[in-house]
């Protein structure tokens, strides 16, 4: 147990060199780490309660989601009616549900079977349990399709997926360091941006659905006739306002969607270069810009609006059909707007509306306060727990010392390779981890004692002292480290971060106490040959 090749000791002290040289990053500013090689400037990033920053609680609209699902379906059930015509009348939503009354003299039995089409079953176990989108109920001539619980759990769940992606990318486009964007319960999703003290961009670029169209202007009526007559449009128009910056003018759009922002592949600030104002500039993908050159070469002539959230914020006239599949979006905007417009278009739209449910900012003076505290805590538990084991096992307290500081040192490499975000529970996960080393080490020692009292000469008490304690340093080990993944598995934020310290220390604690450890003492073995152990 004490016998070490060469290429066994050279790889053991070679691994804990190369894992603690990840670690240097973290002790030289910034500045000079940026000039570094790409592979060398990986570091421990801290966390919200450590270097401040805004922390924001978002809800997904289930309401919205619900609707937007209503909608979609009763436009299926009109294609599919259209589609294989059957005449129909009444086609509406009313409530949770889609209703249509078919046409007498038409085939009910045959509407029926058509609209069956629409419900589709759910994907994994649900769809094994035989839950489908959308029931269907028949009442003579009135049919009705509701959408299903689980449909809409489900379609809630991917808005939440969907949201993560979106959000992540208007977060990085902001420039911010590590951000921490995840899921939080069925409904609701967590960002954390450590190091933005002032939230109001943040939350205008996250409040925002982002949902860009581009419809034609109904010119059937005016907008004030319509307002004059009850607010009530034609059946396939909606008025639709200005954005108050732009004085809330209103608009009678059309409900159709000629192209969708979801077919932009890019979107760029810029300025007009004849009036030098902002705009943004964007381009469609191959079927977006197929759809814009046609809408705009069969409307030449007519005003062509662009919805951003159910707002117009521009209508321009079409001078001339746009074959390029590129064009521009002014608007009255500032410099940060237009950017800001660009970011929401590139991220791409929220999938359903999010709604601010809480919001804190910690400032950085707090989380230096909290850095300090950790620090002293930290050397403190380092200290007393260093004095401890130089006093109760002296030349092996040293070895074990030595062994839990390159511990320490390989958890901030592992940590500084993961670019993982270390928060104050993470600093306790550490401390706590400081024990568990000299633990192992103990247990070690104190079986190495046993057995120099059973009459075993000092190597051979040695050898059996770190082969015996194996088994039980392991099932001590594993089962922490098992409450550390379930940690990890069902917390979220700081919890999260308590379990990744916890169960990185776990993995550096078993290596160093029995191939460093080992390691150290194998040597002094060889180069003392002790006639006794100083214990």
């Known amino acids: 147990m004490l016998y070490f090749t060469r290429w066994k000791a050279l790889a053991v002290i070679l691994t804990a060199v190369v894992v603690c040289l990840f670690a240097v990053p973290n002790f030289f500013p910034k500045e000079m780490v940026e000039r570094w090689p790409k592979w060398a400037q990986r570091h421990v990033v801290l966390g919200l309660d450590l270097q401040g920053g805004s922390h924001i609680l978002l809800e997904v609209d289930a309401a919205a989601v619900r609707r937007e699902k209503l909608e979609a379906l009763r436009d299926d059930v009109r294609r599919v009616l259209r589609d294989a015509r059957i005449g129909y009348t009444g086609l509406a939503v009313r409530g949770n549900s889609v209703e249509v009354r078919i046409r007498e003299g038409a085939n009910s039995q045959q509407a029926s079977q058509k609209l069956q089409e629409l419900s589709q079953p759910l994907g994994g176990i649900l769809g094994a349990s035989g839950q489908r989108t959308v029931?269907?109920?028949?009442?003579?001539?009135?049919?009705?399709?509701?959408?299903?619980?689980p449909a809409i759990i489900e379609r809630v769940r991917q808005a939440v997926e969907q949201s993560i992606q979106i959000i992540e990318r208007r977060v990085n486009e902001l420039g911010t360091v590590e951000p921490l964007i995840q899921r939080q319960g069925v409904d609701r999703v967590l960002v954390q941006v450590p190091g933005l003290q002032d939230p109001s961009r943040l939350k205008e670029l996250l409040g925002k659905t982002a949902k860009l169209d581009f419809r034609l202007v109904d010119q059937t009526t005016t907008p004030e006739q319509v307002q004059a007559q009850g607010n009530r449009p034609p059946p396939e128009s909606e008025i639709l306002f200005a954005p108050q910056k732009q004085g809330r003018q209103p608009y009678l759009i059309e409900k159709r969607v000629m192209v969708s922002g979801g077919e932009l592949t890019d979107a760029q600030p810029g300025f007009d270069?004849?009036?030098?104002?902002?705009?943004?500039?964007?381009?469609?993908?191959?079927?977006?810009?197929?759809?814009?050159?046609?809408?705009?070469?069969?409307?030449?002539?007519?005003?062509?609006?662009?919805?951003?959230?159910?707002?117009?914020?521009?209508?321009?006239?079409?001078?001339?059909?746009?074959?390029?599949?590129?064009?521009?979006?002014?608007?009255?905007?500032?410099?940060?707007?237009?950017?800001?417009?660009?970011?929401?278009?590139?991220?791409?739209?929220?999938?359903?509306?999010?709604?601010?449910?809480?919001?804190?900012?910690?400032?950085?003076?707090?989380?230096?306060?909290?850095?300090e505290k950790g620090k002293l805590s930290s050397y403190v538990g380092a200290a007393m727990v260093?004095?401890?084991?130089?006093?109760?096992?002296?030349?092996?307290?040293?070895?074990?010392?030595?062994?839990?500081?390159?511990?320490?040192?390989?958890?901030?490499?592992?940590?500084?390779?993961?670019?993982?975000?270390?928060?104050?529970?993470?600093?306790?996960?550490?401390?706590?981890?400081?024990?568990?080393?000299?633990?192992?080490?103990?247990?070690?020692?104190?079986?190495?004692?046993?057995e120099v009292r059973a009459g075993r000469t000092p190597i051979n008490a040695i050898d059996a002292g770190f082969s015996r304690a194996l088994a039980t340093i392991l099932d001590s080990n594993i089962t922490t480290f098992i409450a550390a993944a379930v940690l990890?598995?069902?917390?979220?934020?700081?919890?999260?971060?308590?379990?990744v310290t916890l169960g990185i220390g776990i993995l550096t604690?078993?290596?160093?106490?029995?191939?460093?450890?080992?390691?150290?003492?194998a040597y002094w073995v060889r180069w003392r040959r002790p006639q006794r152990v100083p214990i």
């Open 135 to 149: 029931d269907i109920a028949t009442d003579g001539d009135l049919v009705r399709l509701t959408m299903t619980d």
């Open 273 to 371: 270069q004849r009036s030098s104002e902002p705009i943004v500039s964007f381009r469609f993908n191959t079927a977006g810009a197929r759809k814009f050159a046609q809408t705009t070469q069969e409307n030449v002539g007519k005003p062509f609006a662009i919805v951003l959230d159910n707002e117009v914020i521009s209508a321009p006239v079409i001078r001339e059909p746009i074959l390029g599949g590129s064009g521009q979006i002014s608007g009255s905007f500032t410099v940060e707007g237009a950017n800001d417009l660009a970011i929401l278009l590139r991220a791409g739209a929220l999938p359903a509306p999010l709604t601010i449910i809480e919001e804190r900012t910690v400032g950085p003076g707090l989380g230096q306060d909290s850095i």
């Open 488 to 499: 990890f598995y069902i917390g979220t934020g700081p919890v999260r971060g308590f379990a």
């Open 386 to 450: 260093i004095v401890f084991m130089f006093a109760t096992y002296g030349l092996f307290g040293l070895f074990a010392n030595i062994a839990v500081a390159i511990n320490v040192a390989m958890i901030f490499g592992v940590l500084s390779l993961l670019n993982a975000t270390l928060t104050l529970p993470g600093i306790a996960g550490i401390v706590l981890t400081v024990g568990i080393a000299v633990d192992s080490n103990v247990l070690i020692y104190e079986r190495i004692r046993e």
């Open 509 to 521: 604690t078993v290596f160093t106490a029995f191939t460093l450890t080992r390691l150290i003492v």
